[in-house]
C-alpha cells in the first residue's frame, strides 16, 4: 500500500455507541479491517484490540455534553467521519403501563444522545462524511409489549430523515439501517435459553435462521461508503414471512 493511500485511511475514522457488544462490536470490527480510527461511545469498553473507548452512560440525561472535549481532540485531522448511533435496549412495557420516566430514559438514550453527539460531532464532518442510524423492524411496525422501544425507534426513522434534508448540499450523507433477528447479547436474553423461543424467532425469517452480526456490519460498511442510499430506511432481515 501507497503512502498516499496509507494517509487517506488513517484519516477515515468510525464513531460508533454500543460497540461494547453485538452489532456494534461487528461492525467496529469491520472498519478496523478497513483500517479506519475507530471510537466506542459506552459504558462498557469495546473488547476488539485498536478500538478506543469512551466511557459514557449514554441513558444520563446531560452525559453527552462531557465528551465534547475528548472527541475535539480525537477528532482532530479527521476529514471523513462515519458516525454510528446503534446503542439501545429493549424493554418490555406496554402503552397501557408506561410510566412516563421510562419512556423518557429510553428517549434519552436512543434520541437525545444521539442529537448530542450529532451536535458535537457534526461541526467536524468533512464530505463524504455519514450518520448512519440502526433501527430495527419495529421501526416501521408495531408489535405488542416493547411499546417504548417502538415509539423510540420510529422517532429514530423521523431523525434521519430530518438529517437528509437538514444537511442537503454538505456532502454528507445518512440512512437507516434495520436488522431483523440478529445473533446478539440483546436477542439471546430475549431468548433465555428457550429452544422453542429460537424456533419461534428463526421461523419468521425466510433462511430459518438468526443473522451473524458481521452481515450487518457489512452492510454498514456498504452503507458508509454509498451516497446515492442518502434518506433511506433499508432492512436487513434475511426477508422476514408474513403470516
Ligand atoms: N439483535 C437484534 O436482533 C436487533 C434487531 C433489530 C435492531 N437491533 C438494533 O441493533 C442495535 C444493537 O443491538 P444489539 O443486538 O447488538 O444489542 P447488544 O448486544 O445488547 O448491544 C447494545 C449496545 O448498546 C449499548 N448501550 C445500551 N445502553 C447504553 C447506555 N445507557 N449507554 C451507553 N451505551 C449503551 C451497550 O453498551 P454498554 O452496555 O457497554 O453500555 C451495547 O454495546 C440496537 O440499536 C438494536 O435496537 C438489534
Redesign the pocket.
Known amino acids: 500500500m501507497g503512502l498516499c493511500v496509507l494517509e487517506q485511511h488513517a484519516m477515515n475514522r468510525l464513531i460508533i455507541?454500543?460497540?461494547?457488544?453485538?452489532?456494534?462490536?461487528a461492525i467496529a470490527r469491520r472498519f478496523l479491517r478497513d483500517g479506519s480510527l475507530v471510537l466506542n461511545?459506552?459504558?462498557?469498553p469495546c473488547p476488539e484490540p485498536g478500538v478506543e473507548n469512551l466511557a459514557?452512560?449514554?441513558?444520563v440525561p446531560g452525559a453527552v455534553d462531557s465528551l465534547a472535549e475528548p472527541l475535539a481532540e480525537w477528532l482532530a485531522g479527521a476529514a471523513r467521519v462515519c458516525l454510528v448511533h446503534?446503542?439501545?435496549?429493549?424493554r418490555r412495557d406496554r402503552v397501557d403501563a408506561l410510566p412516563s420516566d421510562d419512556l423518557r430514559a429510553v428517549l434519552e438514550?436512543n434520541l437525545v444522545a444521539a442529537n448530542g453527539l450529532n451536535q458535537l460531532i457534526l461541526p467536524r464532518m468533512g464530505e463524504g462524511s455519514s450518520i448512519l442510524y440502526?433501527?430495527?423492524?419495529l421501526a416501521e411496525k408495531a408489535v405488542p409489549g416493547v411499546a417504548s422501544?417502538v415509539i423510540a425507534?420510529h422517532a429514530l426513522a423521523g431523525m434521519m430523515r430530518a438529517t437528509c434534508q437538514d444537511l442537503a448540499g454538505r456532502k454528507i450523507h445518512t440512512c437507516m439501517l434495520?436488522?431483523?433477528?440478529?445473533d446478539?447479547?440483546?436477542?439471546r436474553a430475549l431468548i433465555g435459553g428457550n429452544d422453542e423461543i429460537l424456533a419461534a424467532l428463526t421461523s419468521l425469517s425466510t433462511f430459518d435462521r438468526l443473522?451473524e452480526?458481521a452481515e450487518i456490519a457489512e452492510t454498514i460498511a456498504f452503507a458508509a461508503r454509498t451516497p446515492v442510499l442518502n434518506g433511506a430506511l433499508i432492512h436487513a432481515n434475511l426477508g422476514q414471512r408474513e403470516r
Request: proline letters at 5%.
Open positions: 455507541t454500543g460497540a461494547s457488544s453485538g452489532i456494534g462490536r461511545i459506552a459504558r462498557r459514557c452512560d449514554l441513558a446503534n446503542a439501545s435496549v429493549m438514550l440502526i433501527g430495527s423492524t422501544y425507534k434495520c436488522p431483523g433477528f440478529t446478539t447479547e440483546q436477542i443473522i452480526p
